[in-house]
C-alpha cells in the first residue's frame, strides 16, 4: 500500500498563499490518480482537487481561480498551491491516491486562515 505524507501547513492571513506537497512512498506514483480533499470541523470531506495520470485537473467549485494542483512524478510528489486564502478554507488537508491496488490517504495537514 502507498504511504502518502503530506506538509506544508501551517497559519495563514486571509488573502495569502501556502503551498501543500504530498510525497508518495513507492514507484507507481506516475499512474496513479491524485486528489486533495480537505474536512473542516463538523463538516464532511470534500473534494478540493483531482490530477490523472496524464495531468488532467478538476476543482471543487469553491476553490477554482484559486487553487492549483500539481505532480512531479519524478519526484513522486503531489502539491497544491493555495492563493486568495480565505476563513473558509481552514480545514484539515488529506492527499489520496486511487491505483488499480485501491485507494490510501495521508495523515493530514492543518491549515488555519485566520487575521
Known amino acids: 500500500q502507498v504511504q502518502l505524507v503530506e506538509t506544508g501547513g501551517g497559519l495563514v492571513q486571509p488573502g495569502g498563499s501556502l503551498r501543500l506537497s504530498c510525497a508518495a512512498s513507492?514507484?507507481?506514483?506516475?499512474?496513479?490518480?491524485m486528489s486533495w480533499y480537505r474536512q473542516a470541523p463538523g463538516k464532511q470531506r470534500e473534494l478540493v482537487a483531482a490530477i490523472t495520470s496524464g495531468g488532467t485537473t478538476t476543482y471543487g467549485d469553491s476553490v477554482k481561480g484559486r487553487f492549483t494542483i500539481s505532480r512531479n512524478n519524478a519526484r513522486n510528489t503531489l502539491y497544491l498551491q493555495m492563493n486568495s486564502l480565505k476563513p473558509e478554507d481552514t480545514a484539515v488537508y488529506y492527499c489520496k491516491s486511487n491505483s488499480v491496488s485501491g485507494a490510501s490517504w495521508g495523515q493530514g495537514t492543518q491549515v488555519t486562515v485566520s487575521s
Open positions: 513507492r514507484s507507481g506514483f506516475s499512474t496513479y490518480l
